[in-house]
Each structure stands twice: as C-alpha cells, then as structure tokens.
C-alpha cells in the first residue's frame, strides 16, 4: 500500500501479496485491506519513506497482532526502506516470521483475559522525525518480541483462523553489522500524531472468498476433491460463516452480505457432492445466528502508545 511518499508491504517468499479492499479512513491517516494468509508460510513486512532528502526522516513503528516488533528510523535517500522478516536470536541467528493457526479452548475465563482486537493484523505506524543531537557511538539494543501465545475461546474464534508465530531458528546469510561509531539519533516529533497507519488484515483464503472479498478462482472447483477430506472443508468453511459477528446497527447490509456467503457455501457444497454422487441434489442447512458482524467494517486503531522518546538510528 501507498500513501503519498509512505510505503508498507507485506511478501511471502519474496513476492509482495496482493492487497484486496483497500479503504482510507480517518481523514487519509489510516489505510487498510486484507491479505490472504497460508498457515506455515514464512513472511516479511516492508515499509519505506520513499523520498530522496537526506534530511528528511520518519519512525515507523510495526506491530503483528498488537505486539510491537520494532521502532526505527529511516531517512531519504539509500537508507530509506526498513524490513521484518523475523526476530534476533543473536548477530547470526534469527526466528522468522510464520502465519499459523489459531488453536481453540473451552476455557471460559479466556474470554475476559484477552483482547483479540488485533490478532490477524499486521500494522506500520509512521510519524515525522527530526534529529536529536548530535553523534554518538552507544551500542545496539535488542528487543524483546512477545507475540500471542495460547489458545483462543471457542466463542471468541477470529475468522480465517489464523496468527502469527515464530519458526525455527535459522542462520542469516550474512552477520548483522556492527553500528559503526559515528550514527545519529531520531525522535519523533508528536507521538499523537502519526502521518500513516497501514493496516493489513489477514485471513485464510476460503474466508476472504465467503466474503466476497477474493475472487473465486477454476482452479479452487478442480480442487474440490470428492471424499471426506472435501466434506471436512466445506464443514469448515460453513463453521466460519455461521460464527461471523455482526453489528446490530447495520443488519439490512448484513443479512445481504451473511446470504452472498450462504450461496458461495451452498454452490461449493453442490460442486463436490456432484462429483461423488452426480445424478443427487444437495442442500445445505445452516444455522445462522444473531450475532454476526462483518469484520470488513472494523475500524480498530493500532494501539501506538507514548513516542516522544529519542531513538537510535540504527536501531532494529
């Protein structure tokens, strides 16, 4: 996604992922869309201040399912882009990033203790720098990264199924380098203020398709294998659409929306029983609920916190 001179994406195996309903809210200061996620695909976040003023800097901050997993500067010119592709072990070691799926408990006292907000939501928070003196030599921090951990109440399922976690340790190609001994400091200008929000939305495929949010494509029918595997897919992919949340004040829009989601389910059922049994109607039974909303309509802010301290160009 762009905005203006503010760049932020996100790749899997080195291809940057399409970007679907794309919205900007808040006055221009918060852009946001889904991404399609695949459980045990590693992945990176790019952001870039994509001007070519040396003197010119911003702090972006990025956070993965509410937790923040760096803070830094980048200024314009060649030391304008910043990318995670994972957490430090050490100058040669490092855990990459990896969606993965949600796992689920029954433990009632779950629902009070945590704020699912959040998860599914990868965010890069941009505000205007300016310099803090002069330079220094001080040595690089490490951060400590805390992503969610633990199952989540059954009743509090996040649609699509997903968060993100941390593989296995995996050696760089080449060592981190050493900050040299004459680096500058950045600080953030107003903490309250920031210039951008990027906001990417990640979901499994089958959710963002019964949203309507991705396309159905030839080759998801041909995968529609007949058999137990293909009846447990379409179970889950009903699941999904029955335990969506809806806001009451928008039911008329959701009801619609709830039955585009209803008919995808039903064709694709149709799909795979004809494959098995092809001279056999089928029809679908769901169970839908009151509570519904649309996750499209969410419009949560990244929690940025206080930013008003001085940090370290080279830092993270």
């Excluded at 030599?137 to 400590?144: H, I, L, T, V, Y």
């Excluded at 049994?277 to 206080?306: L, Q, W």
Aim: with cysteine.
């Amino acid at each position: 996604m762009r905005l203006h001179d503010y760049v932020a994406e996100v790749s899997c195996e080195g291809v940057v992922l399409e970007e679907y309903g794309t919205t900007v809210a808040d006055d221009g200061k918060l852009v946001s869309c889904w991404i399609e996620s695949e459980a045990g695909k590693e992945f990176a976040i790019t952001w870039k201040f994509d001007v070519e003023d040396s003197s010119l800097g911003i702090i972006g901050k990025t956070c993965v399912d509410g937790s923040v997993i760096g803070q830094g500067p980048r200024i314009g010119g060649t030391w304008n882009t910043k990318q995670y592709g994972g957490v430090n072990v050490d100058d040669t070691t490092y855990r990459p990033f990896q969606f993965a799926p949600i796992t689920l408990t029954d433990d009632s006292g779950l629902v009070a203790q945590r704020d699912l907000d959040s998860l599914g939501t990868i965010a890069v928070v941009m505000f205007q720098a300016t310099k803090a003196g002069g330079r220094c030599s001080c040595k690089r921090n490490k951060r400590q990264v805390k992503l969610h951990e633990g199952p989540v109440h059954e009743k509090e399922k996040k649609l699509g199924g997903h968060c993100v976690q941390l593989g296995d340790v995996m050696k760089r190609d080449q060592p981190l380098e050493p900050r040299n001994d004459g680096h500058s400091h950045w600080k953030i200008v107003d903490g309250d203020t920031p210039l951008v929000t990027f906001r990417f939305m990640y979901r499994s495929k089958e959710f963002l398709q019964a949203q309507g949010i991705i396309p159905y494509k030839p080759e998801d029918n041909e995968n529609a294998n007949a058999g137990s595997s293909s009846q447990s897919s379409v179970t889950e992919l009903v699941d999904q659409v029955v335990n969506i949340p809806i806001k009451d004040e928008s039911e008329a829009e959701d009801e619609d929306a709830l039955q585009r989601q209803l008919e995808e389910v039903q064709k694709k059922l149709q799909r795979i029983k004809r494959k098995r049994h092809p001279n056999e109607s089928t029809k679908v039974k769901v169970k839908t609920e009151k509570r519904i909303k649309s996750e499209a309509n969410a419009r949560h802010r990244a929690n940025v916190g206080d930013f008003r301290d001085v940090i370290d160009l080279t830092s993270d």
